[in-house]
């Protein structure tokens, strides 16, 4: 719950917020700082997915995704509302959120293949030397 808090209170209040994090209340000289707090979490948020997706998560990833895609949407919102190009909000940050979004939902409702059901089936019905394989009456055979 701690980065949820911490990221509303930014968002609620951030002249009261910016100095519990050890930046000024407004951006000063080039703002500097605050582009590297964006870069630094865009960097956490890229290998959370890459982990995700090389150890073969996927339905993780899926949800991850899910959630990051407030990141894109978060921004367009913020670019409307503080007066910038809409064509920015919307072509760039909309249009990353719809991706991402839609990614996770590809994920999300992804079904395990044929193979991929065989081979995590339970020991009992894919070994032919199981009991179940034995209890099978072949059809020369009387009961």
């Known amino acids: 719950m701690g980065p949820r808090f911490i990221g509303l209170s930014y968002l609620l209040a951030p002249q009261a917020t910016a100095p519990d994090f050890g930046i ?78 839609v990614t996770a939902g590809l994920l999300l409702r992804e079904r395990p293949s044929a193979t991929t059901r065989t081979a995590t089936a339970s020991p009992a019905t894919s070994n032919p030397n199981s009991r179940a394989a034995e209890r099978q009456v072949r059809p020369h055979e009387v009961a």
């Open 24 to 101: 000024p209340t407004w951006p000063q000289h080039d703002g500097a700082a605050f582009l590297a707090v964006k870069g630094v979490r865009d960097i956490a948020t890229g290998l959370v997915v890459l982990a995700l997706l090389l150890t073969g998560h996927r339905r993780a990833l899926g949800w991850a995704m899910a959630a990051i895609a407030f990141v894109p949407a978060g921004d367009m919102v913020i670019v409307l509302t503080s007066g910038g190009p809409a064509g920015t909000a919307y072509g760039v940050h909309g249009f990353t959120a719809l991706a991402v979004a």
